[in-house]
């Protein structure tokens, strides 16, 4: 069974702290990792995707990849009120393609 | 159009009856994904094309669940005889070339049934 867990949280912040969020996985096969955002009752938005291990920056965002110990993490610098949804966490295994996600985190920025 | 399209938005049936759920990715996407998101979970696979060919149905919950893309372009997912547990959030994705290409997400139909 190829799993991706997550804390559910909420994880609450205050405004212009660092958030972190953390996802393992169990497939040691997995290749591409993700994160999205989730607004309630939006759909998920692509935020960040990684590939190999190390820190990846986009902006205030960085993905961080350790395929030792299976472990993706997302650091949120200067959260903002407005970064306040569900993180989901998704890896591709395999050849085809299809996203194995995690439950989400809720992360709650309090200004 | 510039993202994936999905329609209706919102679709209210009453059990026994059969949907149809329509996506339309965005334009020169080779494989498309459809995910069902239940309340407080992440999406969970369904099926995936890559243009016209159903590669993956292995997600499908059940044989009324049938989903095809004829042309490569947009696709169904049809339910046939829906169930009170069909209800959920229907995402389509789609995806350029490469399997490890990243998913961009339609806004999903929000399916009740009553």
């Known amino acids: 069974q190829k799993e991706v867990e997550q804390n559910s949280g909420p994880l609450s912040v205050p405004e212009g702290a660092i958030a972190s969020l953390n996802c393992t996985y169990s497939?040691?096969?997995?290749?591409?990792f993700f994160w999205y955002r989730q607004y309630s009752g939006k759909s998920p938005e692509l935020i960040m995707f990684i590939y190999s291990n190390g820190d990846k920056e986009d902006g205030r965002f960085t993905a961080q990849l350790n395929k030792a110990s299976q472990y993706v993490s997302l650091l949120i610098r200067d959260s903002q009120p407005s970064d306040s949804a569900t993180y989901l966490c998704?890896?591709?295994?395999?050849?085809?393609?299809?996203?194995?996600f995690g439950k989400g985190t809720k992360l709650s920025v309090k200004p | 159009g510039a993202g994936v399209s999905q329609s209706p938005r919102y679709k209210v049936a009453k059990r026994g009856q059969d949907v149809a759920l329509r996506c339309d990715p965005i334009s020169g996407h080779v494989s498309l994904f459809w995910y069902q998101q239940a309340l407080g979970q992440g999406p969970e696979f369904l099926t995936y094309?890559?243009?016209?060919?159903?590669?993956?149905k292995s997600g499908l919950p059940s044989d009324r669940f049938f989903a095809e893309r004829p042309e490569g372009s947009v696709s169904t997912l049809k339910i046939q005889r829906t169930q009170q547990e069909d209800s959920a959030v229907y995402l389509c994705?789609?995806?350029?070339?490469?399997?490890?290409?990243?998913?961009?997400f339609g806004d999903g139909t929000r399916l009740s049934i009553l």
């Open positions: 998704a890896v591709i295994v395999g050849s085809q393609g299809n996203l194995i």
């Open positions: 497939d040691r096969g997995s290749q591409s």
């Open positions: 994705a789609s995806s350029s070339t490469g399997a490890n290409q990243p998913q961009h």
């Open positions: 094309f890559q243009n016209e060919a159903q590669l993956d």
